[in-house]
């Protein structure tokens, strides 16, 4: 579980992120959404432990997150940054199997989670080939792979961030990534999901944190936070909000 109480951060003395308190509980998905510099990024960044908080305490697993060692702290916790950046001709397997480098699970266990990883990121028709010959669609579901397979196959006590995982995908691929991601949290990992689609969060999130100016608008169930009134004082767009007629969630629509 990742706790994160009162964080505070600063950039070049400006307060980019302030008053964040939440609980990444066991099994959750928790979908983080705003406006473009609302802090989406930063929040990942800062609860990945690549930024530093000014204020306020991160722990991970009941310990605070910069008292684990690296090798302890990629046991955890798995970070998909918004790009991954990878200049090399591996194999897409090889790619994906540097999620293993923190575990010491032996050669075949290994090759068992890239294959279930690859398959689960609907990549495992793209192995053995050239990573820089993917699509940039296809490089993003290498890379969640590669995440999934860090902390395969999911369970309580690892936790997973990943910034924009769907960003390059067509409407097929964010439905399928969204649903590996949700199966991985119903296995028991901790999941927070930085998105821009409010319909996306709203069927695969069990709970929202939508941010403003770097501070917490809305936290909440889907149907809690995506009222009209707070999607227009957060994003500036006058919607509709109705029921799906098959599933129940919320469903956004701009007048």
Not at 64 to 93: I, K, Y
Not at 137 to 166: F, I, M, N, S, Y
Not at 219 to 246: C, D, N, R, S, Y
Request: contains cysteine; hydrophobic residues 45%.
């Amino acid at each position: 579980m990742l706790r994160v109480e009162g964080v505070q951060v600063r950039r070049d003395s400006k307060i980019v992120l302030a008053d964040i308190t939440l609980d990444l509980l066991p099994g959750e998905v928790l979908g983080v959404l705003g406006p473009n510099g609302a802090g989406k990024s930063t929040l990942l960044s800062t609860l990945s432990g690549e930024l530093q908080e000014d204020q306020g305490n991160v722990w991970l697993d009941q310990q605070a997150l910069s008292a684990w060692s690296g090798a302890q702290r990629a046991q955890r916790l798995a970070v998909l940054p918004q790009t991954s950046t990878l200049d090399f001709a591996f194999r897409v397997e090889e790619v994906v199997g540097m999620g293993r480098l923190p575990h010491q699970t032996g050669k075949t266990r290994d090759e068992q989670i890239i294959t279930a990883a690859l398959q689960a990121a609907d990549v495992g028709h793209l192995s053995g080939r050239n990573y820089l010959a993917l699509s940039g669609g296809e490089r993003q579901r290498v890379h969640l792979a590669r995440v999934l397979a860090q902390l395969w196959p999911g369970e309580a006590g690892q936790t997973l961030l990943l910034d924009e995982p769907t960003s390059m995908l067509d409407p097929l691929h964010q439905h399928t990534i969204l649903q590996a991601i949700r199966a991985f949290a119903d296995r028991g990992a901790a999941v927070l999901v930085i998105l821009h689609d409010l319909n996306l969060a709203a069927r695969y999130c069990d709970r929202m944190l939508l941010l403003e100016q770097g501070r917490p608008y809305a936290l909440g169930t889907p149907t809690q936070v995506l009222q009209p009134e707070i999607v227009k004082a957060v994003f500036g767009l006058e919607v509709l909000v109705q029921p799906h007629p098959e599933r129940g969630h919320p469903l956004v629509i701009a007048r």
